[in-house]
């Protein structure tokens, strides 16, 4: 097999690099914070607001969520604070509650 010595290897590396002025530019523009159509799909129950991203479930059981940005409003547009609150214990619990409730309403109805 071929032989590559470490030396060739990073000869072959370019040293110079750009002013990453424009590459910033592009960094932050790409971080533009909001709402992500994909989420309300990935996470039942989140939608957007005025004041931010809402959790509906746990909005209709805030006697079961407790005090959460997701009921006032979140506006950090993070995927990883929407994975934390949908994963957290108050609102599977409030998920639940949604859901049971849902069920009992269609019984209801029919
Ligand atoms: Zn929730």
Redesign the pocket.
Known sequence: MAQVTLGKFFSGVPQKRKSDGDSKKIYEHKRKRGFIDSWSKNFD?LQDSSDGMI?I??KKFPNI?GP?S?ISGNKSYRIDGIRS??S?P??LQ??EAYFAAQRRDNGRSN
């Open positions: 129950g959790c479930n746990c969520a959460s997701f609150h949908f957290s108050k609102h409030c998920s």
